[in-house]
């Protein structure tokens, strides 16, 4: 055993970043919507804070909450070019990996992808729409519209005057309201059609299909080329119904369906065996209705946290 006496800077430091952690890990997985690439970008926030903390004669950080997430944020930023890299060559259509916790609100376990459930989630389809922003203009949106960031604060993170951070506000607000809607279905009802779809899906009964589907449905399938999934989204409520219809015979059999959380919302996850095959997560129309969008995530490598 080493007879060094534990460092207080160290402690100190290790301290107040745990407790921010939950914070900046629901900050940058909504800017990236990559678990793996948000515990790189924590892990590089990490290395900067200590070797900030405990450098010699360094000036005292007297608001650490706000240096920590600029310092994440810039971090997220500086990965969205790696991230648009590997995109361009990922097989079929790209979904954010889902975070996946409890259906109720009992305790869990305190891990990455757990906690940012805890904490500010961002929808499946909401996530689904903000990769069509540019990195900056999901920057602010993420730390506007869903951390409650002033103007002003968010200028300071990334460095640009507030009338361009406004700019910018604007411009993303305009382009997620024109394709996403603010409205969030009843999680009830949500859980409820989520149950009829799957078991009308897994079963192959067209009919139910036809009638639990929205016309302009559309049809996500990440596979990333190593699980069943399509080369692009698939619109249209026919064409998806007779899709799940003929696929059932070969893909429901033997799944076990589990409800959980994803993203925040009541979705559910199919196992074979032991094993995840696939998270499946609905976007409802505002009435609550009919499905209007289904985002099938079977990718292995982002299913690899799902238990």
Not at 73 to 96: D, F, I, K, T
Not at 208 to 227: F, N, R, S
Request: proline letters at 7%; a negative charge; hydrophobic letters at 45%.
């Amino acid at each position: 055993m080493s007879d060094t006496p534990p460092d207080p800077v160290a402690n100190t430091a290790t301290q107040v970043f745990n407790d921010h952690r939950e914070l900046l890990f629901s900050i940058v997985y909504n800017m990236l919507g990559s678990v793996a690439d948000t515990e790189d970008v924590l892990q590089e926030t990490w290395l900067s804070w200590t070797s900030r903390s405990q450098a010699p004669d360094t000036e005292r950080i007297d608001h650490p909450r706000a240096y920590l997430v600029r310092i994440a944020v810039n971090g997220a930023l500086s990965h969205q070019a790696l991230l648009s890299r590997r995109r361009e060559a990922y097989v079929g259509p790209w979904l954010p990996e889902p975070l996946v916790g409890p259906l109720t609100d009992t305790p869990a376990p305190d891990d990455a992808a757990d906690a940012a459930v805890r904490a500010e989630s961002v929808s499946m389809a909401l996530l689904v729409v903000l990769e069509t922003l540019t990195p900056l203009e999901r920057a602010v949106f993420v730390l506007h519209e869903v951390f409650g960031y002033a103007h002003t604060e968010i200028a300071r993170i990334l460095g640009r005057s507030p009338s361009a951070i406004r700019q910018l506000a604007h411009r993303a607000r305009e382009h997620v309201h024109a394709r996403r809607p603010r409205y969030e279905p009843d999680p009830q009802v949500r859980q409820q059609v989520t149950e009829r779809f799957l078991a009308a899906a897994l079963g192959g009964d067209l009919e139910a299909l036809l009638q639990i589907l929205a016309p302009e449905v559309t049809l996500w399938g990440d596979g990333g080329g190593k699980a069943a999934g399509g080369l692009r989204p698939l619109h249209g409520r026919d064409k998806v119904a007779r899709l799940l219809a003929a696929l059932a015979p070969h893909s429901g059999a033997g799944l076990e369906i589990a409800y959980r959380r994803v993203n925040g919302a009541p979705s559910a996850l199919l196992f074979a065996g032991d094993t995840p095959f696939a998270v499946l997560v609905l976007d409802l129309t505002p009435d609550g209705d009919q499905v209007c969008g289904i985002y099938a995530i079977a990718n292995p490598d982002k299913l690899s946290h799902v238990g």
